[in-house]
T-cell receptor, first 116, second 111 residues
Framework: GAVVSQHPSWVICKSGTSVKIECRSL??????MFWYRQFPKQSLMLMATSNEGSKATYEQGVEKDKFLINHASLTLSTLTVTSAHPEDSSFYICSARVAGDLYEQYFGPGTRLTVT | AQSVTQPDIHITVSEGASLELRCNYSYGATPYLFWYVQSPGQGLQLLLK??????LVQGIKGFEAEFKRSQSSFNLRKPSVHWSDAAEYFC?????????FGAGTRLTVKP
């Protein structure tokens, strides 16, 4: 149980275009989902926390107008990288928390974004 | 502010040898502690977690970790490492509805 999927697993896009990444909880309802960014050989950095039906909370230094997060249902959150640039190239990982569980997060397999 | 420290960036051990990965945290109260493993290009897999109770926690793949409040540590151990254990290991701490990760320790296993 507690499986989280991400789609796509990897994507290549041209500079200036927008890319949408989906995060789905497959067998549970996730009231809260998290988006992380991971640079090569570095740790995960929390970008934002999204709660179903409300606006996402962004970490300091993360541009909310560039990284649009939508958590429209209890099983789906999306991250849209708008007007992507090469410096946005990274590994994006989402996680989801079961309703009523305050701390444990279940992680998706990640999405590799390359902006050319 | 809360912090998680993994002092060792890279560790190399021989296959069959024992392993200990260090993790120290700085938190105001008793934290919720996790160890995750990440293979190259993959997401995170939970190895084990500590919320309360017995301070020695057993996880998957033969891993265990011990919570030591006096040392603010939650070190990960395995008595005999297998080549398939080569990966990146992350310690994480949860508090106040949040989770923070250490910088990670890369494990290399020599044949």
């Amino acid at each position: 149980g507690a499986v989280v999927s991400q789609h796509p697993s990897w994507v290549i896009c041209k500079s200036g275009t927008s890319v949408k990444i989906e995060c789905r909880s497959l067998d549970f309802q996730a009231t809260t989902m998290f988006w992380y960014r991971q640079f090569p050989k570095q740790s995960l950095m929390l970008m934002a926390t999204s709660n179903e039906g409300s606006k996402a909370t962004y970490e300091q230094g993360v541009e909310k107008d560039k990284f649009l997060i939508n958590h429209a249902s209890l099983t789906l959150s999306t991250l849209t990288v708008t007007s992507a640039h090469p410096e946005d190239s990274s590994f994006y990982i989402c996680s989801a928390r079961v309703a009523g569980d305050l701390y444990e997060q279940y992680f998706g397999p990640g999405t590799r974004l390359t902006v050319t | 502010a809360q912090s998680v420290t993994q002092p060792d960036i890279h560790i190399t051990v021989s296959e069959g040898a024992s392993l200990e990965l260090r993790c120290n945290y700085s938190y105001g109260a008793t934290p919720y502690l996790f160890w995750y493993v990440q293979s190259p290009g993959q997401g995170l897999q939970l190895l084990l977690k500590y919320f309360s109770g017995d301070t020695l926690v057993q996880g998957i793949k033969g891993f265990e970790a011990e919570f030591k409040r006096s040392q603010s540590s939650f070190n990960l151990r395995k008595p005999s490492v297998h080549w398939s254990d080569a990966a990146e290991y992350f310690c994480a701490v949860g508090e106040n509805n949040d989770m923070r990760f250490g910088a990670g320790t890369r494990l290399t296993v020599k044949p």
